[in-house]
């Protein structure tokens, strides 16, 4: 049995100005009171309340949320939260969890049946779960008693448990009326929510403020803080004032806000590996991208050394697949230096002033900070100049998913995207955005890939149960994301975070998605 502990710019090619602008609303606060914009850049995910449709903001919803198990704060293993241990089968088809002691926050107790109830949700889309396809091996859920859970699978899959980490348990007393395909855009998840967290949900103003209070009578004992508070703004900008004002006491930032911070003993910094690969994405349902040669081109066109150095400050590692891992990249895959001459030549040869030449091409993207519109206007100018015209286009995470979710999208709308994909800390993770049985509405293989060698490449590594075999697995998922380009893969960054230090036994992890991880909120506290 595995025991779970609970406590387990030389190339800067344009740039932004950036408006700072304070919430006209200000959240109430105390000694007791911490604010952050924990919504605020790539892990977050303003406005959404319901954590099937969450593809970032856990940071937040952790907090009153809870799954059954998670990464621990260094994002190495998986630990229990709502399971205190768990067993895996032989074969690997089937996994048993004891649950721990918990309640939720209307007094009713968390039972197995709450966590079969909660993972059929997920595995239904007319839920709106960003999770159903993740999902599509279990066979069955059982309850033997109210303590015991038991998963089994009808074929052996690598990445249930990092799926597990995302599945944050819902109260099946407060939800089971609803219909299942009235639940996505219910009023419960922004006006009443109930976890098992150890703060409780008060209000949303809207468009200003979240407020939770401290659960009295969590498992773990009554948090040292009375109240948590997100703050929302409209830039990441108006956060880092708000930040340096003292009216929040963290918030995200960029690599290049970074400088300002360090050495100031009034703030720390808190830097770390992001698990997330940069991309640009060609929409294989364009025809403009059908020929591999102009897929190449892309590669050849952008100096992402460049970028990497000016821009990120070095901060980043380039990848040629989804992995930057040694262990997961073998090596002779193609490197993809910058040769503008190759890419002009490569374009030329698949005939691109018939296919589109000049024309548009739309780039769409909900990374809004001025990095990355610097890393946009780098994109654009360098892709330019070997003849392929894109126009960014940044919207905030909704309005991005409403477009490229879409079961019968405007493929006019993202020719091209640039994002990020969670690539770690396990890396059957990315089968989800390149998987052929991933496509919307099934998935968020977003770019519509359908590559036969590259599904059969991530089934052989899904399926591997063999542990000193997964590896090998990985690399040949690579080889054929290498070769094929499903997408322009970029880099892999840092990612930052700034808290005050009057914070104290505050956890923040630069997790993709903003996580879930074992942050112990319950723990932090502010000093007067």
Known sequence: ?????????????????????????????????????????????????????????????????????????????????????????ADQRSYTFKLTDAKWHDGQAFTAKDAKFTIELAKNPKTGSVLAARLTAI?????????????????????????????????????????????????????????????????????????????????????????????????????????RAGEIQFTYVDSNDVSTFKGNADF????????????????????????????????????????????????????????????????????????????????????????????????LTYYTTPLAANVMAALQAMLAQVGINVTPRAVDTPTFNSIVLNPKPDVAQFQMIYAGLQNGPDPSSINAGLNEKQIPPAGANVVRARMPDLTTALDAALGETDLTKRNARYQDVCKVMNGELPWATLWVANRYGVVSSKAKDFVWTPAPGGGPYQAHPEKWSLAE
């Not at 099937?52 to 952790?62: C, I, K, M, R, V």
């Not at 150890?198 to 659960?215: C, G, T, W």
């Not at 970028?307 to 895959?333: E, F, M, R, T, W």
Request: aromatic share 10%; proline share 7%.
């Open 268 to 363: 720390r910094v808190i830097e770390g590996e992001s698990f997330v690969v940069n991309y640009l994405g060609f929409n294989h349902d364009s025809p403009i991208w059908k020929d591999l040669r102009v897929r190449q081109a892309v590669m050849y066109a952008i100096n992402r050394p460049a970028i990497v150095q000016s821009l990120y400050g070095g901060a980043a590692k380039q990848a040629n697949c989804a992995y930057v891992a040694d262990h997961l990249v073998p090596k002779d895959v193609e490197p993809y230096g910058y040769d503008p001459e190759r890419a002009r030549q490569l374009l030329k040869e698949a005939g691109w002033d018939k296919i589109n030449r000049d024309k548009p091409i739309t780039l």
């Open 1 to 89: 049995m595995n025991r779970l502990s609970r406590l387990s710019s030389a190339i800067a090619l344009a740039a932004i100005a950036s408006t700072v602008t304070i919430p006209a609303i200000s959240a109430p606060a105390s000694a007791a009171t911490l604010s952050g914009g924990f919504d605020v850049g790539p892990g977050g995910f303003q406005g959404n309340f319901n954590p099937l449709a969450a593809t970032g903001g856990f940071t937040w919803l952790s907090i009153y949320y809870e799954p059954l198990v998670s990464y621990d704060e260094k994002l190495q293993k998986v630990v229990g939260v709502l399971a205190s241990s768990y067993e895996v089968s």
């Open 139 to 243: 066979s069955s859920i059982e309850t033997p008693d109210d303590k015991t859970l038991v998963i089994k699978l009808s074929t052996p899959s690598a990445s249930l448990m990092d799926t597990m980490t995302k599945i944050m348990m819902l109260p099946e007393h407060a939800l089971s009326q609803i219909p299942a395909d009235q639940l996505a855009k219910n009023s419960w998840w922004s006006t009443e929510p109930i976890g098992t967290g150890p703060f409780k949900f008060i209000r949303y103003v809207a468009d200003q403020y979240v407020e939770l209070s401290a659960n009295a009578d969590y498992r773990g004992g009554k948090p040292a803080l009375e109240k948590l508070i997100d703050r929302y703004f409209a830039d990441p900008a108006a956060a880092i004032s708000a930040l």
